[in-house]
């Protein structure tokens, strides 16, 4: 379990766990996400809240994860652009660490 920092006083947070971390990456929800400039507001937690939207609403068989997602982060009422910067961090760096461990075996 990982808990990124909500705002900048750091009076809030959000927990995120391993399969929050797995779904975002099986459903390459950060891909194409943030445009040329790189920065993260509210337009872009936005967008990812119609993505994730879409997708639930899109499927047949709802995928429990991509749910528990949307409930437990990205729909948080904690959860703005300064959260959703965090969780990209901690993505990237998840990402990289669960790289490193693969190429080492």
Not at 30 to 56: A, C, H, N, P, Y
Not at 81 to 103: M, S
Request: net charge negative.
């Amino acid at each position: 379990m990982y808990s990124i920092q909500a705002n900048k006083s750091g009076t809030r947070s959000i927990n995120v766990t391993e399969e929050n971390l797995q779904t975002i990456e099986e459903y390459s929800l950060f891909q194409d996400l943030i445009d040329s400039t790189g920065i993260v507001d509210e337009t872009v937690l936005d967008k990812l809240k119609l993505t994730t939207r879409s997708m639930i609403t899109s499927q047949d068989n709802v995928n429990k994860n991509l749910v528990n997602l949307c409930i437990d982060v990205i729909y948080h009422n904690n959860m703005k652009a300064f959260g959703l910067h965090q969780l990209i961090n901690l993505y990237l760096k998840w990402k990289a660490n669960k790289d490193n461990e693969t190429t080492e075996e």
